[in-house]
């Protein structure tokens, strides 16, 4: 299974980030696996940006719901993300990922057992 995602590596601040992630080896389709957006900042914890599973049910994150909206194409196999108003602090490496569970702590869900990963694509957010 691979994943690969693509999209710009320079955004303009108040700009909208689009990003895909080609699923290759496995069909986003399939029962019991879940796909997510996860990134990284320079120093910071890794941080769930959302979900969406096999049906094409999404879960946002609460803390960036507003901001996300995570689709899927299954005639390509590919989940896509956008962000919208983004800020410099969006800067940071977005991976897609996926998972065999999504979990709920009382606030929030979270993604579990991951077992593919995109290489990530670094996405910097400047004038």
């Known amino acids: 299974v691979r994943l690969q995602e693509s999209g710009p590596g320079l955004v303009k601040p108040s700009q909208t980030l689009s990003l895909t992630c080609t699923v290759s080896?496995?069909?986003?389709?399939?029962?019991?696996?879940?796909w997510s957006w996860i990134r990284q900042s320079p120093g910071k914890d890794q941080e769930w940006l959302g979900t969406i599973d096999e049906s094409g049910v999404t879960y946002d994150s609460p803390s960036l719901n507003t901001r996300t909206s995570i689709a899927r194409d299954t005639t390509k196999n590919l989940i896509s993300l956008q962000l919208s108003s983004v800020t410099p602090r969006d800067t940071a490496v977005y991976y897609c990922?996926?998972?065999?569970?999504?979990?709920?702590?009382?606030?929030?869900?979270?993604?579990?057992?991951?077992?593919?990963w995109g290489p990530g694509i670094q996405v910097t957010v400047s004038s």
């Open positions: 080896g496995a069909s986003i389709t399939t029962k019991y696996f879940f």
């Open positions: 990922t996926r998972h065999s569970e999504l979990r709920y702590n009382g606030t929030s869900y979270y993604p579990w057992g991951h077992d593919y």
